[in-house]
Every structure is written in structure tokens, then in C-alpha cells.
């Protein structure tokens, strides 16, 4: 008896510190770990938080309910709350990096999803709306903060329907580089998309308002598939009388493509609409005024006629 108590005893003692160990290290991990610990038993919500998230309600409600035609859209009309700045936070932010462009935590966030946008309102610096990426539709800036007093403007720039899924997407642009006149009633029956198709490409869209929005681009395909190198050149204009007078201000190349001279920008061309043929028209020789290069010396030039057809 004695020698089964003197094996047995060792084997409890061995077992309890096999089971206790793992206990007490989940335990600690528990406690010291906050993120596990809120998973699992999540603060109360504070009033603060419960007002971010009703604004976000709003504001996607008012974006859905918007977002139905080729227009221009104000930030400040669909905003029911006060706010002085929103932030930007593209696909893949952390949420450190939200805490800390923002200046503090206030909820516990996940990093922003693939192919998604999280806007973040501010009022005084202090959170008053966090809208996460809505499904289906994109909101996009090349700016990371825009300023409610500078009342910034959005166009819708897509709304069409792919594998069943209706896309729609807002892009911020510029609006002091344009004179929109809103009484143009060409664009009304313009509006849409429209595009050439091939190695040069001409894509834009024309809201309702006027605004003619898009990019002239190359791609340089190669034999076996794929390609090596791409210039986007976009372009921005107002249509008026079936033509729109469009300004380049930017040109964007790949890591093939190099810009050799000294580009004269602001370009300025026109987009001419063809009634009898419902089509948009662009004559364009872009050598004078720039020389890109690719890398194994071709000079990529845009000369000549793209012809644009509406996108159904």
C-alpha cells in the first residue's frame, strides 16, 4: 500500500502542474492581454461610442440613398452631424495607425478591409463618426484630411453592375480647378460613362452637372502576355455646347516609363460629342509638349483621333 501511495502521490503532483501550468499561463494572458480580454467580455459601451456609431447609421444611409446618378455630391449635405475634419484610412491600416493619426483610441477597431476606405469625423479633434468601407460602394481622396470648411465635393464615377454586385464608387475632386455652370443642359443627356478601348485608352465620365472627369492612357502589352510599362495622363473639364475643354495637370508614369523633358503643364485639349454618331472625340498630339520614355528607348506618344462611346 505504502509503495502504490509513494507512486501515486509523485504522479498526482506531476499532473496537477501539467494542468495548472497551462491554466494559470491562459489566466495571466487573460488578464494582461486587453485585446483577448474585451473579445471575450467587452466594456459597456460608453455614450461617446454609441453617438459615433448612430452618426455612421446616418451617413451610410445618406451615402445610399445619393449615390444614384452621375453627380456631384457635397460632403457637407450628407453629414447630419457637426464635424470640422475627416481622415482618410486606405485598405490594410492598421488599427495602431488609426489611434495614432488620430491622437487616441476611441473604440476598439479592426485594420481597414481590402479594397475599402474608413473615413474618421472629427469635431475638435474628438471622434464623432467612424464610418467603416460600405459594401458596394467606395469613397475615395487622393488627399488623407479634407476640411469641412472647405466644403469638399464628391462625383460619382461608377455605377455599374459586375458579377451581380452593383458598384458605385465617389471620388473627391478639385473643384477650384473648374467653373461648373448648372444650368449646362447638354450634360444632362450626356451623363455616364465613356471609354475607347485598345493600347490608348480614353475613359471619363460627365455628371449631370458638366463636370468631365478621366485619363488618357497606354499601356505597353507584350507578345506572351501581361505588360511591361503604363502612362495615365488625367485630365479634368467642364462640358458646354457638345464640347469640353479639358486640363491636364498631372502625369503619371510606371517605374518603365521615365519623363524626359521639361512637360509643359497645365496641357489643355478638347473633347468634341458627335450627335449623329453619339461619340466623344479627342484630337490630341501630346509630343510637343512631352517626351516619355520607356526603358528600352520607344517613345510613347498620343497623336492623332481616340474616339469615346458610352459604356453600357
Not at 46 to 64: P, V
Not at 233 to 259: K, R, W
Amino acid at each position: 500500500m505504502n509503495f502504490i501511495k509513494g507512486v501515486i502521490k509523485p504522479f498526482l503532483i506531476v499532473l496537477s502542474g501539467i494542468i495548472l501550468i497551462p491554466v494559470i499561463t491562459i489566466l495571466l494572458w487573460f488578464i494582461f492581454d486587453e485585446e483577448i480580454r474585451t473579445s471575450y467580455f467587452p466594456p459597456a459601451e460608453t455614450e461617446e461610442q454609441r453617438m459615433i456609431k448612430d452618426n455612421a447609421i446616418l451617413l451610410r444611409q445618406a451615402i445610399t440613398e445619393n449615390v444614384r446618378e452621375y453627380r456631384i455630391i457635397a460632403l457637407n449635405d450628407l453629414t447630419p452631424f457637426e464635424w470640422d475634419r475627416v481622415l482618410f484610412f486606405n485598405a490594410y491600416a492598421s488599427a495602431e495607425a488609426m489611434y495614432e493619426t488620430v491622437g487616441y483610441k476611441w473604440d476598439s477597431v479592426y485594420p481597414v478591409a481590402e479594397f475599402e476606405t474608413d473615413l474618421v469625423f472629427l469635431l475638435n479633434d474628438k471622434v464623432v463618426c467612424h464610418l467603416i468601407g460600405i459594401t458596394g460602394i467606395g469613397i475615395r481622396s487622393e488627399k488623407n484630411e479634407l476640411l469641412k470648411e472647405s466644403n469638399p465635393k464628391f462625383l460619382v464615377t461608377d455605377m455599374r453592375r459586375r458579377h451581380g454586385t452593383s458598384y458605385r464608387y465617389l471620388d473627391w475632386f478639385d473643384d477650384t480647378l473648374v467653373d461648373i455652370d448648372e444650368n449646362n443642359s447638354d450634360s444632362k443627356s450626356l451623363s455616364g460613362q465613356w471609354r475607347s478601348n485598345g493600347n490608348i485608352t480614353l475613359y471619363f465620365v460627365v455628371t449631370k452637372e458638366g463636370l468631365v472627369r478621366g485619363h488618357v492612357g497606354h499601356t505597353r502589352n507584350l507578345p506572351e502576355g501581361g505588360h511591361d510599362g503604363s502612362v495615365g495622363i488625367p485630365f479634368m473639364g467642364v462640358l458646354h455646347d457638345n464640347i469640353a475643354q479639358c486640363t491636364v495637370h498631372s502625369i503619371h508614369t510606371s517605374s518603365n516609363y521615365e519623363n524626359n523633358s521639361d512637360s509643359q503643364l497645365p496641357i489643355v485639349f478638347d473633347l468634341t460629342y458627335s450627335e449623329n454618331e453619339h461619340q466623344f472625340h479627342l484630337f490630341v498630339d501630346f509630343s510637343d509638349k512631352m517626351q516619355l520614355r520607356h526603358a528600352d528607348g520607344s517613345v510613347f506618344d498620343i497623336d492623332g483621333e481616340i474616339t469615346a462611346r458610352p459604356v453600357e
